[in-house]
């Protein structure tokens, strides 16, 4: 008896698997619709639809439509097959992203929304829960015959119209328009195989050949590779180039900060895993600069990180043009300083970290030589951008140094500290000055520069400097006609127009000043030869654009004839004016008339200067980590009276 029970409960066992392997089979008849009914997905499918859930759980349906809480269809799709793992639905239903293996469709039309929270009215959440953020769901495999989809996706910052097809022999194909992070955007897609949308790296999906088309705004993409997933670029690794107007512009649908340039063209190898993007072999054009290098971006920190080294050259100071506002002339009329407000905000968007490497800089003119080599190190982090490192040759010297913008501060921060050491002059300023020698001024120079302001635009930031310059030339010579110009030597100017002129060995030339909210004020400014001594007082306001300097020439040897009349240098940065100072020019006069009224020759006794017996200017520079000496001008006889200021 107890045997024939055990034999009757193993046949119905049996039968009961059965009949569950039979009904799998067959796809368990009015079972999905009525399960579509009770849950609170919002599931609508065809009464035919077939269900298997053992082994390869799948569900096929005629048509199914996915339908939100307000009753708005968010898809609606024919003769659908969708394939997935039990093992997928357990991990879904404790947090992880909803992953399908297969979404097949012969047509679909879809309306993908979510807000700046990441909600969706999709069920992709356990339970139905639409007020929590919702991932984009994986699928591993996509073929859909003929699809449309309407996209606004807050997050991504993506709206737009999407079209996408398998054609017969497998090729895949999307276009998409719209727009990207607030841009117009065009993108064409066409792969030799289905392409996941999104897909894990334990899919095992093999990459397939891609080719993708994108333009945005006057920015042109094109990738010609392989990959495995289309919207996270799983295994992505080909060719990229692109052509644009900037690459601010190419970089901001990416959420990359780049600065602002004239039109560009980059190519290079694009690789991508995990959130690591690669752009290798860097060949640039931009403007009439020619850039290369290695880059990552890795998209996985809170704030992304672009890494790597800019090489090349040369580059050219013009191109950088645009992102310091210099592209465009002021707002303010008379003025020269950049006053566009730059793109601070943009250095929150990511870190950096890029070594420089470039063979030269150039400035832009003939009449600069470029900087070469040029190199250094660039740190973007949490908004403060800093240049250290700075090391390049100029003109047969060096110039060293830092600068710092911290754009956490408002207005933003700016600090600079140069330093430059044996830079030959006359090789780095070439001036064509006709009647002059080639070279008016030589000699080996150094500065230091220490300033800081603060500003949101060039202009402000130039107006608002606080801090010492220090510059020398020692070693050289200077023009003698220059010198007797500022002079105003008229006997011999004049014999140096005849002779031609020549350059008189230079003692010393000194420059300390210092900037206090924009305005330079020269503590003590020479330039000192064996022929005269000049001195330079005033003040040169970057904030207003303006200038007032007074320039006075002691002659050291005796001259038949020289007015011996201070010069100034007025006006603005835009329009300067240069004119004899009249009260010490006025007093020669009244004296050459009073000594002409008694006799008429001995009126030039005025305008004779017997010259000056000064002493020797200390054109020394004390190092950066010596002691801070007070700066002195040097002893001088004390002036007659009419070459007190007035």
Not at 3 to 28: Q, R, S
Not at 399 to 427: C, F, H
Request: proline content about 8%; glycine content about 10%; some cysteine.
């Amino acid at each position: 008896m107890k045997k024939t029970g055990l034999v009757i409960a193993g046949v119905l066992a049996v039968a009961g698997v059965a009949t569950v392997v039979a009904l799998d089979h067959a796809g368990w008849p009015g079972l999905a619709p009525r399960l579509a009914q009770r849950t609170p997905y919002g599931l609508k499918v065809d009464p035919d639809t077939r269900l298997h859930l053992l082994w390869q759980p799948q569900l096929q349906a005629p048509q199914l439509r996915v339908v939100s809480t307000a009753g708005d269809t968010l898809a609606d799709a024919h003769d659908v097959v969708l394939a997935w793992r039990w093992g997928d639905i357990w991990a879904w239903r404790h947090g992880e992203p909803l992953r399908l293996r297969l979404v097949q469709a012969q047509s679909l039309s879809l309306t993908w929304q979510r807000d700046a929270d990441g909600r969706t009215a999709w069920p992709l959440q356990p339970n139905a829960d639409h007020s929590q953020p919702a991932p984009l769901p994986q699928i591993d495999q996509l073929i859909i015959q003929n699809g449309t989809a309407q996209i606004d996706d807050a997050p991504l910052q993506l709206q737009g119209d999407a079209r996408f097809a398998t054609e017969a022999d497998g090729r895949w194909k999307a276009d998409v328009k719209g727009k990207l992070r607030g841009q117009q955007l065009a993108l064409n897609a066409e792969a030799s195989a289905g392409l996941a949308l999104l897909s894990p790296p334990d899919a095992g999906t093999p990459p397939v050949k891609l080719r993708v088309a994108l333009s945005q705004g006057s920015e042109r993409l094109l990738f010609d590779g392989t990959a495995a997933s289309l919207l996270d670029a799983r295994a992505l690794d080909g060719q990229l180039q692109v052509r644009g107007n900037s690459l601010a512009a190419a970089g901001r649908p990416f959420g990359m900060t780049l600065p602002s340039t004239p039109p560009f063209d980059l190519s290079g190898r694009l690789q991508h895993a995990s959130g690591l993007w690669q752009l290798g072999a860097v060949n640039a054009r931009i403007g009439k600069s020619r850039l290369g290098g290695d880059f990552a971006f890795d998209t996985r920190p809170r704030r992304p990180v672009l890494t790597g080294t800019l090489r090349g050259g040369p580059l050219r100071l013009a191109d950088l043009g645009p992102a310091v506002g210099a592209d465009d002339a002021p707002s303010r009329p008379g003025r020269v300083l950049p006053d566009r407000p730059l793109d601070l905000p943009a250095l929150h968007m990511m870190d950096a970290k890029v070594a420089v490497a470039l063979n030269s800089l150039d400035l832009g003119t003939a009449k600069l030589e470029p900087l070469a080599p040029v190199n250094g190190s660039l740190l973007l982090e949490g908004g403060v951008l800093t240049l250290s490192q700075l090391n390049a040759g100029v003109a047969g010297g060096k110039l060293t140094g830092s600068a710092k913008v911290d754009t956490r501060l408002v207005p933003p921060q700016w600090q600079a500290s140069l330093d430059v050491n044996g830079m030959a002059i006359e090789r780095w300023l070439k001036p064509d000055v006709k009647l002059l020698t080639a070279a008016p001024v030589t000699g080996r120079l150094k500065a230091q520069i220490d300033v800081q302001g603060r500003g949101h635009s060039m202009a402000a930031l130039l107006g608002s400097l606080n801090g010492p310059v220090h510059v020398r030339l020692e070693n050289g010579s200077v023009s003698h006609l220059l010198t007797e110009a500022v002079g105003l030597d008229i006997a011999q100017g004049l014999g140096l127009l005849l002779t031609g002129d020549k350059n008189l060995p230079l003692n010393c030339a000194r420059l300390d000043g210092r900037f206090a909210a924009g305005v330079l004020r020269p503590r003590t400014a020479i330039m000192d030869n064996k022929d005269s001594r000049i001195d330079l007082d005033g003040r040169v306001s970057l904030a207003e654009e303006t200038l007032d300097l007074r320039l006075v020439a002691s002659p050291k040897d005796f001259s038949p004839l020289t007015l011996r009349a201070p010069l100034r240098v007025q006006g603005t940065l835009a329009d300067p004016r240069v004119a004899l100072e009249g009260k010490r020019l006025g007093g020669r006069a009244l004296a050459a008339l009073a000594l002409g009224s008694l006799a008429p020759p001995a009126a030039l006794l005025a305008f004779i200067d017997p010259g000056e017996d000064l002493p020797p200017v200390d054109c020394s520079l004390a190092p950066r980590d010596a002691p801070a000496q007070p700066a002195t001008k040097p002893t001088a006889k004390p002036a007659a009276k009419g070459d007190q200021r007035g």
